[in-house]
């Protein structure tokens, strides 16, 4: 929903994505007018279950007070969880009791250690683990992790054999099926096999890490920040940001199916610089732009 | 730059005006994401010297923390003077402790009792008082007076009388000029009417309140409130709103010049209702839009 970084520009909104979880929504980062371009996404508010942040600069976090006091104004009661470094609570928290006061939903600020990688949050389907990041202050990569699903079972072949329901758990399992009479259908031929598991890993703001590689491989998305382009490689090793050639070589490392693009320094007027720089190391790069949809 | 109310829609921005004061800028209000607003009008972040908050809801002042972050980071050493009530200091100020350690300016805040009408600001050109308005927290109006300006002296009569620069300042007061020759060349031969001193006056969030009639009076320019309709005049005043036809009868009864129409519930899909409703009082009613300019 915003792709620019630290200084807002008349083209780009700061650092904020939705991720669609097959219907639960995580935000990962909430830059101020965060909930402005969210409105306009016609997503529904109350699907957000988890805020992830990755770290205390604003252009990542400003957004959250007004998320939640928009939250609190459309009488949600379900709680927010808000995943963070430590020390975001003590700088939210008074604002919360000032200004959402009729706040009829729990704030859940669940802190992670930003300098280890740990699993921080597991429901049955999914998982998301912390990835530490090489920054000014600390700051924190997500991997999130679908786990694997079970096999289907082929309604037909359910029907024909008239599987009780009861042993569907079962099936999905690996089991075969006795019918009444005794005759063993093997496994096979009643299931097909599940989606394959979807993951996808964010990381922003870092340099140049190539201790993410081994934690990045095969994910079938990376968004990884490209602050600046090769031609300014001395600033983005000052600033601790990555160029659009060194999330490539990240990607292409971990051999990821996709890599997208974003965190854009205001100094390019055209991505395309960025976009080229990425693709002459690892074609299957994009270059976000606010709004995009990217399917996984 | 934003003409909603609190929930923020895919029209419109949350409350925030600039009011250009012969150059200098003020910033009234400053919901969140009035920095991107900002930015898209093309002005310069360095002419704003004052920020005047209304009432500390969300929508009115949840931008200010990431203004102050850009203009650190754009490296503005001006001091930011912030008028408003004296609550907000202790809600600004840890973040901008945390978030704003490079800061290389000052941000000034200037508390005022909002519950009086009082001279809170004065330069050598510009007077602002607040006006205590109605609403569900203590919320405060402003009336932004320029003085009275000096008359211009005529360039080609100071000319032709070779009038020394020292005797400028008793010219311009008043005074006649008497040639070295003992003539006396009586003042209103020497100068020109200064244009009309300048006057605006912003009203929101508040009830229908007659009581700012007589401060009004006159006036070249008054935003005020229109959150509702007539048809949602319970609404409005269980929540201390006005209604556009309330708005245009407080400029009816001030005499102003000129009344601009914002903060719109997001109820109304088209904010002709309300436009039609101030004019069928008050013809020179106008709704704003954000981007408009309104010259003065």
Known sequence: MGCGSALPTSKHHLSSQVLDLRGKLFMIDCGEGTQLQFRKTRLNYNQISDVFISHLHGDHCFGLIGLISTLSLLGRTAPLRIHAHPDLEALIRPQMDYFCRENKFEVQFQPFNPREYALIYED?????????????????????????????????????????????????????????????????????????????????????????????????????????????????????????????????????????????????????????????????????????????
Chains 1, 2 share one sequence.
């Open 124 to 296: 049955r389907n999914w998982e998301v683990y912390t990835l530490p990041l090489i920054h000014r202050v600390c700051s924190t990569g997500f991997l999130i992790k679908e786990k694997p699903r079970m096999p289907h079972i082929i309604k037909d072949k359910a029907d024909f054999y008239q599987i009780p329901l009861p042993q569907y758990p079962a099936i999905k399992a690996g089991a075969d099926f006795v019918t009444p009479d005794g005759e063993v259908i093997p496994n096979r031929f009643l299931v097909r096999e599940a989606e394959a598991p979807k993951s996808y890993a964010y990381c922003s703001d870092t340099a140049y890490n190539e201790k993410l590689i081994p934690y990045l491989q095969g994910v079938q998305m990376l968004y990884h920040e490209a602050t600046f382009s090769q031609e300014h490689l001395s600033l983005a090793e000052y600033t601790q940001h990555s160029t659009a050639l060194q999330a490539a070589q990240i990607a292409k490392a971990a051999a990821v199916e996709k890599l997208i693009l974003g965190h854009y320094s205001a100094r390019y007027p055209d991505e395309k610089v960025l976009l080229d720089e990425a693709r002459s190391v690892f074609p299957s790069s994009f270059a976000a732009q606010e709004g995009d949809v990217y399917e996984w």
